[in-house]
Nanobody, 119 residues
Framework: QLQLVESGGGLVQPGGSLRLSCVAS????????VGWFRQAPGKEREGVSC????????RHVDSVQGRFTISRDNAKNTVYLQMNSLKPEDTAVYYC????????????WGPGTQVTVSS
């Protein structure tokens, strides 16, 4: 079965950290760019971070620049999102997707993992 599965979400206090993981099964993730997107209640899904196939190109949306870092370990078929200095406005369901380009056209999506930043 071809799928992506996210993990690592949870409840964290403002200023805290979480590391999300996105694991692919049934296909090789190194054939794809991978992006993290998020959707908060009542809002549209927005792109957060994107990493190229080889990991040499990384992009982050301005609101997370300097706080979030995307990385990948192709040997483990996994992409990570390290999130530091979390803010309440980072609260959302986080999804990873496998893309044929730099995070515009997705072939696969994971079911998402909830991140809640609250005191």
């Amino acid at each position: 079965q071809l799928q992506l599965v996210e993990s690592g979400g949870g409840l964290v206090q403002p200023g805290g950290s979480l590391r999300l993981s996105c694991v692919a099964s049934g296909f090789s993730l190194d054939n794809y760019a991978v992006g993290w997107f998020r959707q908060a209640p009542g809002k549209e899904r927005e792109g957060v971070s994107c990493i190229s196939r080889g990991g040499g190109t990384r992009r982050h949306v301005d609101s997370v620049q300097g706080r979030f870092t995307i990385s990948r370990d192709n040997a483990k078929n996994t992409v990570y999102l390290q999130m530091n200095s979390l803010k309440p406005e980072d609260t959302a369901v986080y999804y990873c997707g496998a893309f044929v380009d730099m995070c515009r056209i997705a072939e696969y999506w994971g079911p998402g993992t909830q991140v809640t930043v609250s005191s």
